[in-house]
């Protein structure tokens, strides 16, 4: 605005002096009032670049002050982010870890009792073999004695045919023949009873 005023003095300035050329005093005193006020307007113009320049720097800087804001707005907020995450990963972890104890105890509560479940089926493996031979051996006991029995039967049948052909021809009762009978009934009764008591020994078992 003082600008404006400035050039319109000077304009007018102008105008008088080409109007009065032959006035020389008042042509000097305005002749430096013209140059006093393009001077004026001169310095007045250069402050109004330099202000303008100024107005321009100033808002550079504020660009630049809001644009490192934000990039530091964007810092914390990747910052909280980072944070957050590093804690979840960390709560992961230990979570991870307790459920991993929890497993290895279980793990090694589940390894002793499958060893306490293997001996006693290895015990009772033992146990049931241990049976098994001595059912083989008594199996092999009975069988020994009932062919022992039939032997003894056999050889008595055979005795008693003999001495019937004898005894027909002679018409004589024989001692001997009786002595024999009553020690292969003897016989045949303690087998009975070894058999009985064998039998209700593994029932026992």
């Known amino acids: 605005a003082e600008v404006d005023t400035l050039s319109t003095e000077r304009e007018d300035l102008k105008a008088i002096v080409e109007s ?8 000097t005193q305005m002749m430096n009032r013209i140059t006093a006020l393009e001077k004026r307007i001169g310095d007045l113009k250069r402050k109004g670049s330099e ?53 290895a105890t279980r793990l090694l509560k589940d390894s002793n009792r499958l060893k306490f479940e293997l001996q006693k089926v290895k015990a009772a493996a033992e146990k049931q073999a241990m049976v ?45 023949r009786r002595e024999e009978i009553v020690s292969w009934l003897e016989l045949e009764i303690d087998t009975a009873r070894e058999l009985t008591a064998t039998g209700n020994k593994n029932c026992g078992t």
């Open 132 to 176: 098994l031979r001595r059912k083989t051996a008594e199996l092999r006991n009975k069988n020994k004695a009932k062919e022992a029995i039939q032997q003894r039967r056999q050889r008595s049948e055979n005795s008693s045919i003999s001495e019937s052909g004898t005894a027909s021809k002679n018409s004589v009762p024989d001692k001997r």
């Open 20 to 27: 009065i050329p032959d006035d020389k005093d008042s042509t």
């Open 51 to 103: 202000h303008k320049k100024s107005l321009k720097l100033r808002e550079m800087a504020e660009q630049r002050v809001s644009k490192l804001e934000e990039e530091i707005k964007q810092d914390k907020c990747r910052k909280a982010e980072l944070q957050r995450k590093l804690k979840e990963e960390s709560a992961e972890r230990k979570r991870e870890k307790k459920e991993a104890k929890v497993q």
